[in-house]
Every structure is written in structure tokens, then in C-alpha cells.
């Protein structure tokens, strides 16, 4: 191989290698991670805060700092390590075509006794006077992010 393929190969290898260093990491401006998952194979319970019947769920604690308490997984499905982006706590939820994943949202958080703030086809949005809880269609090709903060 010549000097000049050999450099050109070097390039692209170091490039690539740039490329995917930033995968991965950690949303937050500090580049630390946020508090880890508490996740909970235990369901919500028989009933919601507001007295109605709900169905079983998976949970995730979200810290104190942006309204404690718990959240509801899709069945089955593992949450990633949540990070802080723009102040508010999110974790990814992959494995669930986007529009099902947010169907989710839209009928467990409303069990819970969470109030509707904002719906779409892109994103379900509810509070429960505690904690705003927000699903998002995901970047990557299935799943939902949720994103949690205080309620204002």
C-alpha cells in the first residue's frame, strides 16, 4: 500500500473514531449522567390517585429534584440510564413503535390521575400538580423519550 492510501485510511479511521466518540454520552451540559434508573417491576397499584381503576404497570422512580415519585414503563420494556437535558430528567424507552408508545402515555398517565396539558401526534404531555411528564416521539428508530420536571 502507498504512503498516500495508507495516510488516506489513517483519515478516515481517525474520523470515524471522532465521529463516535460523542454517541453515547450523557445529554447534560456537565457531561454527568443523571441519577440512575430505580426501576420497578412492581405495578402502580388497583386504583390512581383519583380513585379510578388502572391497569398494571412497570415503574421508574424519577428523583426528588424534579418531582420524585414514580412513572410508568411500557410492560415489558427496560428503560435506558436516564441524563438531565435542558433541566428537565429523561430517560429512553426503546423497543415500542413511537406512535404505540406514546398511546401509552396518553391513556396510563390520565389513570394515574395526571391531567392532559398538551396532545398531539408527536407528543402527550400531563401534570399531576407534582411532576410534568412529557412523551416524545424518539430520534431513533422505535421508542418514546419522557421527560420529567417539577410542575410549575
Same mark, same amino acid.
Given at each position: 500500500?502507498?504512503?498516500?492510501?495508507r495516510?488516506?485510511?489513517?483519515?478516515?479511521?481517525?474520523?470515524s473514531?471522532?465521529?463516535?466518540?460523542?454517541?453515547?454520552?450523557?445529554?447534560?451540559?456537565?457531561?454527568?449522567?443523571?441519577?440512575?434508573?430505580?426501576?420497578?417491576?412492581?405495578?402502580?397499584g388497583?386504583? @390512581?390517585?383519583?380513585?379510578?381503576?388502572?391497569?398494571?404497570?412497570?415503574?421508574?422512580?424519577?428523583?426528588?429534584?424534579?418531582?420524585?415519585?414514580?412513572?410508568?414503563?411500557?410492560? @415489558?420494556?427496560?428503560?435506558?440510564?436516564?441524563?438531565? $437535558?435542558?433541566?428537565?430528567?429523561?430517560?429512553?424507552?426503546?423497543?415500542?413503535?413511537?406512535? $404505540?408508545?406514546?398511546?401509552?402515555?396518553?391513556?396510563?398517565?390520565?389513570?394515574?390521575?395526571?391531567?392532559?396539558?398538551?396532545?398531539?401526534?408527536?407528543?402527550?404531555?400531563?401534570?399531576?400538580?407534582?411532576?410534568?411528564?412529557?412523551?416524545?416521539?424518539?430520534?431513533?428508530?422505535?421508542?418514546?423519550?419522557?421527560?420529567?420536571?417539577?410542575?410549575?
Amino acid at each position: 500500500m502507498s504512503h498516500r492510501r495508507r495516510t488516506g485510511a489513517l483519515l478516515a479511521v481517525a474520523s470515524s473514531a471522532l465521529l463516535l466518540a460523542g454517541c453515547g454520552g450523557s445529554d447534560d451540559a456537565d457531561g454527568a449522567p443523571a441519577s440512575p434508573p430505580a426501576a420497578s417491576s412492581s405495578a402502580v397499584g388497583s386504583s @390512581g390517585s383519583s380513585g379510578t381503576a388502572t391497569a398494571d404497570y412497570d415503574t421508574i422512580a424519577v428523583p426528588d429534584e424534579f418531582g420524585g415519585g414514580t412513572i410508568p414503563v411500557p410492560p @415489558g420494556l427496560t428503560p435506558g440510564e436516564p441524563t438531565v $437535558q435542558d433541566g428537565k430528567w429523561k430517560v429512553e424507552i426503546d423497543g415500542i413503535d413511537k406512535e $404505540q408508545g406514546i398511546d401509552f402515555y396518553r391513556e396510563a398517565l390520565p389513570a394515574l390521575g395526571y391531567t392532559t396539558d398538551v396532545e398531539n401526534e408527536l407528543l402527550y404531555t400531563a401534570s399531576d400538580g407534582t411532576r410534568t411528564v412529557t412523551a416524545t416521539l424518539s430520534a431513533g428508530p422505535d421508542g418514546v423519550d419522557v421527560f420529567v420536571e417539577p410542575a410549575s
